[in-house]
């Protein structure tokens, strides 16, 4: 992957190499899980992930733009339209159910349900404790740890994304290959300018982060960087708010706003240099249809220039392991390293556990 900054329209003129020692220290236990290769589950043709936020959103991140042959169902919600529909589809899946806590309500009710209404062929509980692990000890099943200092949304390098991935045949030997790719972390690393950038718009009230991808497969990494952003860093009346953006279609409904609206925006793009899939047509001088949204992209990177909003691209050679490995380390890396500038931490989630205690009473009234 390479990123261009020619567009990000700030100058980082001060010395961060305090602020990157505390940030080594601190983003340790994570760099420590793409060195570690030992999750290969074997191949299944059907499997189904059960979990919420961190527990999940990698996984399907990674699924759904590689779109592998095998079937994979995802109940990361308690929709009961799309849950039922989904667990309807199912015919005899190895499930993995994903809860690094073992306690979240949704986990734990979409577990039971699945438990009651389907023919499973094999339980993998991937947790650390709670009530997911007295579960898992009474019906024998096999369970899997997540390193318990690694946070969930930092996870997916973990059993928490290489087992459900590696029994649906995704290279993850070549999702790590792409993290390393990016582990010489140093001041000069484009995430950690990328950090720095983002952090001096945002003290300069742009603090809206708008991921605009160029390919549609990263959709539901637009939903992995919401959380990743919205979680690490909301915190004391601080961070930025992430936004995704579906290029070319939202020219047609979000530009407006991008262009001409309220200058309190970074515009990422995301885009590739190679589509999977294209076809020659004739249009104008284009002999490609992949030219169309490529052309768009580059008018939209240019017209958001001309009216002074900062926008950096980020670009994929392809969507493949290695360059989406290279992708999730990236950002994790920058958002670690912006809770490391805002000085919070960027690894817990406090003010969402009143929101379950909550719950849990109403529940249990
Ligand atoms: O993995 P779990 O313990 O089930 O947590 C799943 C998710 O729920 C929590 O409430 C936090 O919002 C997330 O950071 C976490 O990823």
Redesign the pocket.
Known sequence: MKVDFKNCMIDINKDYSEELNKFLTLFSPIRETIYKEEVEEEFHDEILVI?????ILGTETIYYALNPECKAIFLDNTDPESTLRKIKSLENPKVYV????GN?LE?LINYKLVKEKVKVKEFIFITNGGKLLEIAKKNNYRVLNIPEEVP??YSIFTAVGKAPLSAVGVDVKRLLKGAKALDQIDEKHEAIKNAIIHYLHEREGRDISVLFTYVEALTYFGEWYKQLVG?SLGKNGLGITPLLSIGAKDQHSLLQLYLDGKKDKVITFLTVDNYREDVEIEFENAKKYSEIIKAEKLATEKALTNRGVPNITVELKEVCEEELGSLLYFYMIQVAFMGVLYNINPFN?PA?EEEKRICWSILRK
Do not use: I
């Open positions: 979990g919420m936020g961190g527990s994903v809860s690094k806590s979240t986990t969930g949304r979680e989630q969402v």
